[in-house]
């Protein structure tokens, strides 16, 4: 197993961010190229065990709801399936992998802002880790900025 993460600071009060990423099925509201989102079996957002089904770049995509909690603002997601690598960013076939991401927010109260920490843990091929790794590195600040692109519409 391999983890990729990444950490920022945004110019928002934690209830803000709280408020907008909380909601499992609200992805499509904060993160660029995700079209659509539902939760299945009619469960809430932030029910742990909701699966949501969601399209990122025309990828169908199924994640559980593995941990949420408004007390210490995080939430934890699983993959339900192994995640494909992008083809066209491999020169060679690379093994898909299973994956288990982390969002964690922190108060700042100098200012009113908000520590985020978005981690994914990654497992596959051991000859393929760092691929995934290195490919997770580059996505995850991406989601931080679109997220942080939305908080600012917002402001």
Known sequence: MTKASYSSVLDHPLTTVWSLIRDFNNYPAYIDG???????????????????????????IRQRLV???DHSHSL?????EPMPFPAELASQPVSPAR???????????QGNRTFIEWSVTIETAPEDADRWQALLRSWIPDWTRSLERTLARSA
């Open 34 to 60: 995700v079209s659509e989102s539902m939760i299945e079996d009619d469960r809430r957002g932030d029910d742990v065990g909701a699966i949501r089904r969601f399209c990122y770049l025309g990828h169908s």
């Open 67 to 69: 941990a949420h909690s």
């Open 76 to 80: 934890t997601y699983a993959g339900l």
């Open 99 to 109: 994956y288990e991401g982390t969002m964690s927010l922190r108060e700042i109260t």
